[in-house]
């Protein structure tokens, strides 16, 4: 079962940050959070992910609370081509790996 | 950036046929490769973990003779979809782990099925 929850669906306006929020309050300590993007039709692409540290790459930044129960992934200056199903994912561990399960995601849209 | 090919992207079969969809990890090995599928408007839901030289790891409802797993090398992996009807009509999307501690996973572009 998905470890996560998010808002079905959200908008903003281009060129303004998007912040997409995301519940993980049963996350363990040693569990990752990750965000992926699904455009129609594609296989998911990474964004960022992070174990309690803020991170910052040159998509996003993703904020994890201090008690790590949510997370916000912020996409700084959106473009219409950021449209997209957004997925708070967190990694749980699997055998002698790990598996990534997704939630039922964001569906963000960026207006003109 | 580490690249994952599935192929094929695209396939249309009769009932009761039987489809091999293929994932390759292009430029790192990946003893991990997971099989995905997605209906329309939802979410990924996790089918399987493949595991090289070993069995795959079926997901609690999903059915290890209906589609069949293979990861007979450290490139690739490959789900067999047999006998298929047209409720198998999905998108299956297969991903990689480079195996780096705490990495991403790669994903392939999909695999579009459709069982007339």
């Known amino acids: 079962d998905a470890k996560t929850t998010q808002p079905p669906s959200m908008d903003c306006a281009e060129g303004r940050a998007a912040n997409l929020p995301c519940n993980h309050s049963?996350?363990?300590?040693?569990?990752?959070v990750y965000w992926y993007r699904q455009i129609h039709s594609q296989g998911p692409q990474y964004i960022i992910h992070?174990?309690?540290n803020n991170e910052t790459n040159e998509m996003a930044s993703l904020i994890i609370t201090e008690d790590r129960k949510s997370s916000t992934l912020i996409l700084p200056h959106a473009t219409l081509r950021d449209t997209a199903v957004y997925y708070c994912?967190?990694?749980?561990?699997?055998?002698?790996?790990?598996?990534?399960?997704f939630g039922s995601g964001t569906r963000l849209l960026v207006r003109p | 950036g580490a690249v994952v090919s599935q192929h094929p992207s695209r396939v249309i079969c009769k009932s009761g046929t039987s489809v091999k969809i293929e994932c390759r990890s292009l430029?790192?090995?990946?003893?991990?490769m997971f099989w995905y599928r997605q209906f329309p408007k939802k979410s990924l839901m996790l089918m399987a973990t493949?595991?090289?030289?070993?069995?795959?790891?079926?997901e609690q409802g999903v059915e290890k003779d209906k589609f069949l797993i293979n990861h007979a090398s450290l490139t690739l992996s490959t789900l067999t979809v047999t006998s298929a009807h047209p409720e198998d009509s999905s998108f299956y999307i297969c991903?990689?782990?480079?195996?780096?501690?705490?990495?991403?996973?790669?994903f392939g572009s999909g695999t579009q099925l459709s069982v007339l």
């Open positions: 992070g174990l309690k």
């Open positions: 991903s990689a782990n480079p195996g780096a501690r705490g990495g991403k996973l790669f």
């Open positions: 493949s595991n090289e030289g070993s069995k795959a790891t079926y």
């Open positions: 994912i967190v990694r749980v561990a699997a055998d002698s790996s790990y598996k990534l399960i």
């Open positions: 430029d790192f090995q990946a003893t991990t």
């Open positions: 049963t996350i363990s300590g040693n569990e990752y």
